[in-house]
C-alpha cells in the first residue's frame, strides 16, 4: 500500500468534515434578523420611556454568586449551570440568569444611592437543560431592575411595561398570572408544613418530586404532573401563611393592577424557580407556544442585595425570553422581514459599472430605500430568480441598450402591474412617489 495515498485521504477526510453547532447553541440567520431587530427596538424603546438606563454585566462571574442568589438547592444551580475552574483556580460559571450579575455589579460600582435605580439588561443566557421548542441551552433574555423602592406601585408599574411592549409589538392572548410568597420567614413556615404533608404520601410522588422533596419542596408545587398537582389540591396554601404586611402589600399591588387596567388572574401555586423572590411574583403566559408557555416572569427580591452582601435593599424586576417571543410574533404574523425594495438587474460591464454607481446613488438620494445589486453575474433569467426570492417588490433592469437611450426599465414583481421604462433623470423621483404610495 502506499503510506503517502493513505495520509493524503486521511488528511482529505479531516479537511472535509464538518463541525457542527453545540447542542442546544443555534446560529441566528439574516433572514431572522429583522424579527430580533425589531423585538429589540420595541423593548429597548419602551424602556426608555419609563426611565430605565441600560447595563451590561459579564457572561462570566463567579459561581458563588448565582450559588448564593438563586440557591443551592435549585435545578439550576445543581444540575443546569456551565461551571468550570479557569486557570487561576477560581470555579466560574456561565450566567443562567441576569439579575444576579446586575446585583453584583450595583453592589460593586456604588449605584444603590439616591433615587431608585432603573436599570435593563439585554444578553445572552446559558442552562444546560434539556434542548425543546422554547428551550435552548444558549438563550437570550431582556431584564428591567428596579432597587430602592418597596411599595407594590413599582411592582405594578412593570407590569404596565410588560402590557406596552405586548401591545406595541402586536401579540395578544398573553395572561399574567400573580401569587404572594409573603417573606422568608412566612415561606420557611410553610415549606415546613408543605414539606410533612408531601413527606406523608410520598409514595404518590414521582421521581422528581421526590429528589425536591428534602432540598426545595416548594418547587414541587411546579410539578408538570397532573397526579402530583392533584394531591397538591389538598396541601397547606401559601395564603393561609401570610402575614397583615405581606396582604396588604399583594392586595394594593392588585388594586394598582386594576387601576392600571392590567388584567390578572391569581394563581396560588406560581412560586418562582429561584430563591430569591419574595412578595409580590408573576409569569405572563400564552396557550400557543405549548409546554414553555412563560414568556415573561418575575417578581420582588427584596433579599437579594443583602445575599451578596450589600445591607437590606427592595428589589423587584422582570426577564423576558426573546426567543419565545419572536416564535410568538410569527405566530402572530407579526414577522417584518426587511426585503429590500429594489433588486438591480444588469447585463454587460458597462452595466455593472453603471449599475454600481447608480445603486450607491439612490441609497444615498432616495431615504429608507433598500436596493440590493445582482452581483456575481448570471443570464437575465437566473438574475430575475434571485430578485424574486429576495423578496423585493421592483426589479429595475439596467443593460447596455438601456443606459444608450438614458433610461431603466422597471419590473413589478409582486403584482400584475407589467413592466415600464423611466429615464435615469427622473428615476429618484418615481422611486419617492412609488413609496409614498
Request: net charge neutral; hydrophobic share 40%.
Amino acid at each position: 500500500m502506499d503510506l503517502r495515498f493513505y495520509a493524503r485521504q486521511k488528511e482529505n477526510r479531516i479537511l472535509s468534515s464538518t463541525i457542527n453547532s453545540i447542542r442546544g447553541m443555534h446560529d441566528i440567520l439574516p433572514s431572522d434578523l429583522p424579527d430580533w431587530q425589531r423585538l429589540e427596538k420595541t423593548v429597548k424603546d419602551v424602556f426608555a420611556s419609563y426611565g430605565f438606563d441600560e447595563i451590561r454585566v459579564p457572561i462570566v462571574e463567579k459561581t458563588e454568586l448565582f450559588a448564593r442568589a438563586i440557591g443551592g438547592a435549585t435545578d439550576v444551580v445543581e444540575k443546569e449551570m456551565y461551571t468550570f475552574e479557569d486557570r487561576g483556580g477560581d470555579l466560574l460559571s456561565l450566567r443562567p440568569e441576569g439579575t444576579a450579575g446586575v446585583v453584583r455589579a450595583v453592589l460593586q460600582n456604588g449605584l444603590l444611592y439616591g433615587a431608585p435605580v432603573r436599570l435593563w439588561y439585554q444578553g445572552p443566557m446559558f442552562r444546560r437543560e434539556r434542548p425543546q421548542k422554547g428551550r435552548t441551552r444558549q438563550f437570550h433574555q431582556f431584564g428591567a431592575e428596579v432597587f430602592g423602592a418597596s411599595g407594590p406601585d413599582i411592582d405594578a408599574e412593570l407590569m404596565a411595561m410588560c402590557q406596552r411592549i405586548w401591545q406595541t409589538l402586536g401579540l395578544t392572548g398573553l395572561r399574567l398570572e400573580v401569587n404572594s410568597l409573603g417573606t422568608s420567614l412566612e415561606r420557611a413556615e410553610f415549606r415546613s408544613e408543605l414539606h410533612a404533608y408531601l413527606a406523608a404520601r410520598k409514595q404518590l410522588l414521582d421521581e422528581d418530586s421526590l429528589r425536591r422533596l428534602d432540598r426545595n419542596p416548594l418547587r414541587i408545587m411546579d410539578s408538570k404532573n397532573p397526579a402530583v398537582q392533584e394531591l397538591l389540591q389538598e396541601a397547606p396554601a401559601l395564603s393561609d401563611y401570610l402575614g397583615d404586611d405581606s396582604r396588604r402589600h399583594f392586595d394594593e399591588f392588585r388594586g394598582l393592577l386594576e387601576v392600571l387596567d392590567v388584567p390578572y388572574i391569581v394563581n396560588p401555586r406560581l412560586v418562582r424557580g429561584l430563591d430569591y423572590y419574595s412578595h409580590a411574583v408573576h409569569e405572563w403566559i400564552t396557550d400557543e407556544l405549548g409546554a414553555q408557555g412563560t414568556v415573561c416572569a418575575g417578581g420582588r427580591y427584596d433579599g437579594l442585595v443583602e445575599i451578596q452582601g450589600g445591607k437590606p435593599w427592595p428589589g423587584a424586576g422582570f426577564a423576558m425570553g426573546q426567543e419565545r417571543l419572536i416564535e410568538l410574533m410569527r405566530i402572530k404574523s407579526e414577522s417584518a422581514r426587511s426585503a429590500p425594495h429594489v433588486y438591480l438587474v444588469m447585463a454587460g460591464q458597462g452595466a455593472m459599472n453603471s449599475g454600481m454607481k447608480l445603486a450607491e446613488k439612490l441609497r444615498t438620494d432616495v431615504a429608507g430605500l433598500r436596493v440590493q445589486l445582482n452581483l456575481g453575474g448570471g443570464s437575465f433569467k437566473s438574475q430575475f430568480k434571485r430578485a424574486d426570492r429576495s423578496g423585493a417588490a421592483l426589479a429595475i433592469v439596467l443593460g447596455e441598450n438601456e443606459i444608450q437611450r438614458g433610461e431603466v426599465s422597471i419590473k413589478h414583481l409582486r403584482d400584475e402591474s407589467g413592466q415600464q421604462q423611466v429615464s435615469l433623470h427622473d428615476i429618484e423621483d418615481w422611486l419617492r412617489s412609488w413609496m409614498k404610495a
